[in-house]
């Protein structure tokens, strides 16, 4: 089916482990987004990508490292895991960005102890 | 920076019209957005208005616009218990681009029967 696919579904790091958050989309859309949700504070947004090859940084970049050598593939790295990473993460893409809105896989549960 | 307000609660009895009610700051937005979220999954684009737009109705979703108030609402007529869901408002602008959404915190509807 076609969508965006995250993987693992859950996570348990320990501090100062690090690890790749999994995302890849089969629709050939340009724009892919992570965001990370938390409890009261809706969803932040950590990096984006406007194609490949490029990518810049959202609210909350800090800890975590984005390459975009395919348009298929926008994985997430948590460089040295600490417990306020502990969130759900979502990825996103889109064809165009606004016009029709994004596409969010189903998210990576992360906790950091 | 850019600030998305929404209350966090809402409940309606089965049958009843929901209006979830959104705020936001950036007078530069081009889109809005609002967004279901179903218990352990991803986000999903319900709908979206054009900043030029005061009005746009979709089937039972109905979207109010004021630009001048900077007021974002959603109405959903004969509330299923299916429509139980958080759901979030999310604009892009100029200041964000549109390859970044800002989101409200969200409102959980509890739909009761």
């Known amino acids: 089916n076609a969508g965006v696919t995250q993987t693992p579904k859950f996570q348990v790091l320990k501090t100062g482990q690090s690890m790749t958050l999994q995302c890849a989309q089969d629709?050939?859309?340009?724009?892919m987004s992570w965001y990370r949700q938390d409890p009261g504070m809706g969803l932040r947004l950590i990096h984006y990508s406007v194609g490949a090859g490029i990518t810049d940084q959202g609210e909350v970049p800090n800890g975590y490292n984005v390459s975009r050598s395919t348009t298929e593939d926008f994985p997430l790295r948590l460089l040295s895991a600490a417990p306020s990473q502990t969130s759900v993460y979502f990825c996103?893409?889109?064809?165009?960005?606004?016009?029709?809105?994004?596409?969010f896989g189903s998210g990576t549960r992360l906790t950091v102890v | 920076g850019e600030d998305v307000e929404q209350s966090l609660f809402l409940s309606v009895r089965e049958g009843d019209s929901s209006v979830i009610n959104c705020t936001y700051t950036d007078s530069s937005s081009t889109y809005l957005y609002w967004y279901k979220q179903e218990p352990g999954a991803g986000l999903q684009l319900l709908t979206y208005i054009f900043s030029n737009m005061d009005m746009k109705q979709d089937q039972r979703l109905t979207v109010l616009l004021n630009k001048k108030d900077k007021h974002l609402s959603l109405r959903i007529a004969d509330t299923q218990t299916g429509d139980s869901a958080i759901y979030f408002c999310a604009e892009s602008g100029l200041t964000g681009g549109g390859n970044k959404l800002t989101f409200g915190t969200g409102t959980q509807l509890k739909v009761e029967l």
């Open positions: 996103a893409s889109s064809y165009s960005g606004e016009v029709y809105g994004y596409t």
């Open positions: 629709m050939n859309h340009e724009y």
